[in-house]
């Protein structure tokens, strides 16, 4: 009986790792991509001098989790 216990909390572990491991992983890539195109707009405003925008995305960069 405590093996079918034992077995039965590890399928349980499996298939919430298994759920959580594709949502981990877009919200890294949605994460990454965030921070391309802001590294992409620091770029563009240090080209057009904008000491505005680069401080604003610099913020907007450090903020991101």
Known sequence: MENNVSNEVKRM???ISDEM???LFLN?????FK???IVEE???SLKN???EAFLCL???LKSLP
């Open 21 to 23: 491991l594709p949502e």
């Open 28 to 32: 890294q890539a949605i994460k990454d």
């Open 58 to 60: 610099t913020e907007e």
């Open 13 to 15: 572990e499996t298939n």
């Open 49 to 51: 001098k904008d000491k």
């Open 35 to 37: 921070k391309s195109k």
């Open 42 to 44: 620091i770029d563009k």
